[in-house]
């Protein structure tokens, strides 16, 4: 069966490495859209060559089969079976919503275009939170293999930056109801991702709908919530539509759109933006001191010996990964522009200098308890001074590359 004659059925991706908020956001899907179904692809037999796939309703299981690895790789294996599944279920009629719960390491944006060029409409990404763990997460510098998380053999992601991704990736985040949260929990979650759609669950949605029944998916209660003047929140969130292109446009390094400048209840975002490059060798012997600074930091930044290339800043759990983004558009010829996507270019304008173009630093740092003031001095000490500036671009190339082994170059 074709894309284009397969019947339509509606796909939403939840995950997170909260189990406990991501089976909970689960169960509630399954009991506000009678007969929704979930793929679940468990990947932690992975070692012994296999990945166990079961699809369930409200009702319980409906089946549970092996899929083998492909390549060594267990998120190849999710890959190649989970867009054949979904045409089955399409196939068959009646599934009203496919939720694809992804397992705990898997990030929602490579599954989220694997379905969409699989033909399906995603029509919704949430990630699963446990308010009181955001913090303790995104200081675990631990790499997922330590914990039996890892995905791949080669897979060398650590819990924090993994957890970033889920976090910042999806526009719709359901909140586990955690007595252990406070408020600043709660703002720290906030400013990470201003712009996330905030559902609560656990003890029913936040309408007072009664937690998922355990009788079949089309009990009297799912029948009430089936409703179209009650639907949930988040069956609402679920349905709401989605957009791949613009998701990863999002998380781009040159456009992303980053959290603003906030300060409550002891979390304190701050926005920090210069004209003026980084002196390579004095932001390298600062890196740990920066990294370590915030319990999340991310942006674009602009080495002074590097002109042309738009570096991206990534940092969590202690840890720092600095990679190239590709090139500034302001090195680029005018006819190259035209391959350059719209968003790109609409990022770029906005943020354009006479003489230097879109090159500039965009950090963002947010943590409890951050020292505004002393990071901000780190920051400045580690550009070029008004005579290093003033020497101008030739002098600048001839510094030091201090970032070549940790850009590979």
């Known amino acids: 069966m074709s894309g284009s ?3 339509v059925m509606p796909v939403v991706i939840v995950g997170g490495l909260h189990v406990d908020a991501r089976k909970a956001a689960v169960a509630r899907l399954l009991a506000d859209v009678p007969g929704s179904v979930v793929l679940h692809h468990d990947l932690a037999t992975a070692t012994a060559g296999t990945v166990v796939r079961t699809v369930r309703d409200a009702a319980g299981i409906l089946s549970a ?10 998120c190849c294996a999710l890959r190649e079976d989970l867009v054949p599944e979904l045409a ?5 009629g009646g599934t009203p919503l496919a939720v694809v719960e992804l397992w705990d390491s898997v990030e929602p944006r490579a599954m989220a275009e694997v379905v969409t060029a699989g033909g399906f409409t995603v029509t919704g990404v949430i990630t699963a939170v446990d308010p009181a763990l955001v913090l303790p ?29 889920q976090l910042e990736y999806a526009p719709v985040l359901a ?4 007595p252990e949260a406070d408020d600043e929990d709660r703002e720290l979650l906030a400013q990470l991702h201003p712009t996330a759609r905030r559902v609560p ?12 029944p355990s009788g079949p998916p089309h009990s009297s209660a799912s029948a009430r919530l089936s409703e179209p003047s009650r639907p949930s929140e988040l069956a609402r969130a679920a349905l709401a539509g989605f957009d791949v292109e613009a998701a990863a446009a999002a998380q781009h390094p040159a456009c992303a759109l980053l959290p603003a400048e906030a300060d409550a209840h002891g979390v304190t975002t701050l926005v920090w933006h210069s004209r003026r490059p980084f002196h390579p060798e004095r932001l390298y012997a600062a890196l740990e001191d920066l990294t370590c600074a915030a319990a999340r930091s991310r942006g674009r930044f602009w080495l002074a010996d590097k002109a042309d290339t738009l570096l991206h800043w990534d940092a969590a759990g202690g840890a720092l990964c600095v990679e190239s983004a590709g090139p ?13 996507p719209p968003v790109r270019r609409a990022a770029a304008a906005l943020d354009w200098h006479p003489e230097h173009g879109d090159r500039c630093q965009h950090l963002v740092f947010t943590s409890p308890g951050l020292d505004r003031d002393g990071l901000e001095r780190l920051l400045e000490a580690c550009l070029l001074t008004d005579a290093e500036y003033a020497a101008g671009q ?12 940790l850009l590979e170059v």
């Open 65 to 74: 089969d092996e899929a083998p690895l492909v390549n060594d790789c267990a």
């Open 175 to 178: 909140l586990a109801d955690s």
């Open 137 to 165: 997460y995104l200081g675990n510098g631990d790499d997922l293999a330590e914990g039996g998380l890892a995905a791949a053999a080669t897979d060398q992601r650590t819990v924090a930056d993994t957890f970033a991704r």
């Open 394 to 405: 030739a002098a600048w190339e001839r510094l030091p590359s201090a970032f070549d082994t």
């Open 201 to 212: 669950i656990g003890h029913g949605d936040p309408a007072g709908a009664p937690p998922a």
């Open 328 to 340: 500034w558009l302001a090195s680029l010829p005018d006819a190259a522009w035209e391959l350059v």
């Open 5 to 7: 004659d397969r019947p």
């Open 88 to 92: 089955r279920l399409a196939g068959a």
